[in-house]
Every structure is written in C-alpha cells, then in structure tokens.
C-alpha cells in the first residue's frame, strides 16, 4: 500500500468506529436472519463495535473476528472482555486472504465496511465462501460512495468527498465497492444471491435522528483528515471550511442528505445442487 489507511487506528479512530456501529446499527442489521445460524465470522472485525451489537441482538451465536491490524484485535479484545454476552468471543489476527480456518465451518460470513479498503474484492470473496457451509451465506453490507447526496448540493463537501474518495482509490481500496458486488458474487458461481440498498444515512427517512446522522457524517468525512492533508489531497482551510459546512446543514433542517450502502447476501457455489 504506497499510503496509510484512509482511517488509520488512533484511540479516536477506534471510538469512531464503536460510535458509528451503534449509529448505523438500526438499518446494518435490519432484515438479516441469523436465527438459524449458530457460528459466525466477521472478518474485518475492526475494534469488535458490530462482533457487540451481535453479540446483544443474538445471544445464541457462538461469534468469531478477525481482523489484520493487531491494534484493531486488541482494541476489540478490551471492548468485548467486560461483559459476559461477549466474553467469548473469539478474535483472531488474520488476513481475509489466508483465514486460519477449515473448510465450511460457518453458518455466516460477514463483512461490515471492510471490502473498500482491499485492493481485490473476488479474492477475498471466495476465501470467504471458503469457510462458508454449503446452505450457509456470506453477508457483505459495504459503501458506494457515489450514493452519498447533498440537497441542494454543497461544494465544500462534495470537494473533499472527492479527495477522500481518491485518496482511498491511491492506496489500493475502491470507495464504490458496493456497486460491484453482486457481478462479483455471480462471477464466483454464488447461488441465491441477493443485492439490495440499504438507507443508512437518510434525513428524510430518519428525521427524529436527523442532528446524530449529521454528526456522523461529519466524523466519516473528517476521519481521513490527517492523512488527507499530510499526503497533500486537503489543506487544513480545506478542513475548517468543511467543519463550516456541517455545521450549516446541522442547523438547517431544510437540507436533506442521503448516503446509502449495498448489502449482498449470497450462498457458496456447493449450495443447492
Ligand atoms: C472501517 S473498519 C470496519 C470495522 C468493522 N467491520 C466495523 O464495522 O466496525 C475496516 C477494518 O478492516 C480491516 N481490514 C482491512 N483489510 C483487511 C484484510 N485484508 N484482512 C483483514 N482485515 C482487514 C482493517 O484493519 C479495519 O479494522
């Protein structure tokens, strides 16, 4: 990778991570059956902010993470040791190119956020379907950022998305990943494939949750600052005006915004004949 993570793993970053789980968690995991499933993987588990949520949400499941940055493991180790719903959790340093498991030992694979950041999306789809049961699915809830929609438009943020957006292209990620995966999956030979919109960010939609969706906007767009600026793709006016920005459509509820994500659910080759 020639350039740092986008988010990279600061304290900050790390809390962003738990703070944007809890704020998207009410359209991340809107739908999904996982009554039937009794193990599963997250893989990109981060700092463990969703590996909690499902921890909470379906107590049955015996979960596992992993993630490749040692910082994230250990981070999710401290956020889910203290309570018991969590404490057995199993997190594991790994890389979803070579995951240190056998052949079709879960129900569930899941990915939350974690596609745009690799340089191949097929390569790490089909280890995932690796470790996938036969009758079991893998979940991919990821971004397109093409989606996310200023009304009337603001030029301020829709130039940094710009510089966020190629500054996360530069080191090897795809920040339109989403659009991609259902052609992915077909390509893989996935059966009962399924690819849908989901509205995590929609002010019209979730206008009592209006001000928190702002803020986290917000705190997305500003989480690459530091390297955005270091690398030379913003400068910090560029920043101050972009706090500016937010602040102006915090305060007028006239502005409507959107930013919506894709989630495939799709089943392994081997499932159903
Ligand atoms: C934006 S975070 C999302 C974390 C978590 N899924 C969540 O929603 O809070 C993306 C995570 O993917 C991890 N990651 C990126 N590429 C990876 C790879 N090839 N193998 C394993 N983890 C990876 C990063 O270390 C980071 O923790």
New binding site residues.
Partial sequence: MAQP?I?GFSTAEQRR?IE??QVLAPRVFEGIELTDARHLL??????G??LAILAEGWPHLRLTG????GS?ISAARRLLTGSPKTANINLVQ????HLPFPDAGFDRVI????LE??AEVRP?MDEALRVTRPRGKIICTEVDNATLRFDPPDPVIEDWWQCFNRYQQATGGDPFVGSKLDATARALGCKEIETQGVAVIDSLRDAERRTLLVDYLRDLLLSGAGNLIAQGYATETHRRALQAAFARVRANPAIAFRYHAVRLTCSPPACCG
């Avoid at 992993?66 to 940055?69: A, I, N």
């Avoid at 790994?94 to 190119?97: F, Q, V, W």
């Fill in positions: 993570y988010h991570l944007q789980a997250e893989i990109g588990c981060g700092v902010a969703e992993v993630d490749r940055s994230q790994a890389d979803a190119l990915t939350i956020w974690m950041h690799v790490v």
